[in-house]
């Protein structure tokens, strides 16, 4: 099993930034990629950004160049980067780490941190 706790949230005026935060516990030594969602409301949960154990990258096209996803090993801890922060951004931010084990995923989910920008 895989704990995940997500900080950061807040709320922002279009254009500033937020750093979000994902701590994970547990067994993180079966996880192979950590990924950031977000859901606005009545909306689907969208992938934003996901970042490998290798530290390969790839992030949604609507935050390209405006978000930056890193880890830091030695605190389990994955970041979201926000930067030039839009209306739009505005929604619940997730964390997911991705186990596989052979063709099965298995998914972990934090609770979710709340990101409001004004216009």
């Known amino acids: 099993q895989v704990q995940l706790v997500e900080s950061g949230g807040g709320l922002v005026q279009a254009g500033g930034s937020l750093r979000l935060s994902c701590a994970a516990s547990g067994s993180i030594f079966s996880i192979n990629t950590m990924e950031w969602y977000r859901q606005a409301p009545g909306k689907q949960r969208d992938l934003v950004a996901a970042?490998?154990?290798?530290?390969?990258?790839n992030y949604a096209d609507s935050v390209k160049g405006r978000f930056t996803i890193s880890r830091d090993n030695a605190k389990n801890t994955v970041y979201l980067q926000m930067n030039s922060l839009k209306p739009e951004d505005t929604a619940v931010y997730y964390c997911?780490?991705?186990?596989?084990?052979?063709?099965?995923?298995?998914?972990?989910w934090g609770q979710g941190t709340q990101v409001t920008v004004s216009s």
């Open positions: 997911n780490a991705v186990r596989l084990e052979g063709p099965v995923r298995y998914n972990y």
């Open positions: 970042i490998s154990s290798g530290g390969s990258t």
